[in-house]
């Protein structure tokens, strides 16, 4: 390879999973299986399993804006991906240094709680986040409690979730992803896209499973990487939704509970 040549970087910002179902550990796998070179800073150390998450420790402010400097000094960094930020000040660092870099796509995911229902982060903190990046943001990812939070109202409605997601965008300015896995089951799920171009229902199709752990940290992070392979917003949302849906059909056995699955689609399961 020509040494100008040089490989498209994510950057994943967000918790350790010692699971690695979920946080930065999905965020390696996701961006690795999509052929971008991953990179991380980590804002919490987690301690969980596949029955749930048992506590979570906010790395040290000091620590956390070290990481961030480190690697952009030296990296080229094509996108950003955040995800849990457990903590005001934390996510005023983050904001203050990515601030330098209003070009770089930057993906955010404005994560509250685990799949299993732990406080990932308080309130405050997820509100700080959107409020000081969503506007710098490239597109916002939330699920329909984060988005009840961010708009202190309930959704609970195919259109009161279009709704949200316009009242979203035109609050920060930034293109809205809102997932729409939490309205009624029994229907398939649909997802709602506000940007420039306008509104879009993404309607999937909905999987019984029990390994859903992690799936929104796996959204987010294929946004980042087609983003920074170069594709288009609306492009990269879409070839985001198909990837997760077909990791979904790899279930991994790892633990006592059937909480994961394999972002590499079956290569990490074969014979």
Not at 116 to 143: H, K, M, R, Y
Request: contains cysteine; hydrophobic residues 45%; proline residues 6%.
């Amino acid at each position: 390879m020509h040494e100008d040549a040089f490989t498209p970087v994510v950057l994943a910002i967000g918790g350790s999973d010692t699971s690695a179902g979920a946080g930065i550990q999905a965020d390696l796998k996701t961006i690795h299986a999509h052929g971008a070179y991953a990179a991380t800073v980590v804002t919490a150390v987690t301690s969980q399993n596949t029955q749930g998450v048992q506590a979570s420790f906010p790395v040290p402010e000091a620590v956390l804006l070290d990481q961030l400097e480190s690697v952009l000094r030296d990296l080229h960094i094509g996108s950003v991906k955040l995800g849990m930020v457990p903590q005001k000040e934390s996510a005023r660092i983050i904001a203050n240094t990515l601030a330098s870099r209003p070009s770089l796509p930057l993906v955010v995911d404005p994560v509250m709680g685990s799949t299993s229902g732990f406080s990932l982060a308080e309130p405050d903190p997820v509100s700080e986040l959107c409020e000081l990046l969503a506007p710098q943001a490239t597109v916002i990812t939330p699920n329909i409690p984060e988005a009840e939070l961010l708009l202190s109202r309930s959704i609970s409605t195919c259109d009161e979730a279009a709704e949200a997601a316009v009242a979203l965008r035109s609050r920060w300015g930034c293109a809205v992803l809102l997932k729409g896995g939490h309205l009624p089951e029994g229907e398939d799920p649909v997802d709602f896209l506000a940007d420039s171009d306008g509104e879009e229902r993404l309607i999937g199709f909905r999987l019984e499973v029990s390994h859903s752990h992690g799936t929104g940290c796996c959204l987010s992070s294929a946004i980042a990487s087609q983003l920074a392979l170069g594709a288009g917003l609306r492009f990269a949302v879409k070839e985001a939704k198909d990837f997760v849906a077909r990791a979904l059909l790899y279930p991994v056995v790892t633990g006592s509970q059937p909480s994961a699955f394999d972002p590499f689609c079956g290569r990490l399961v074969e014979d």
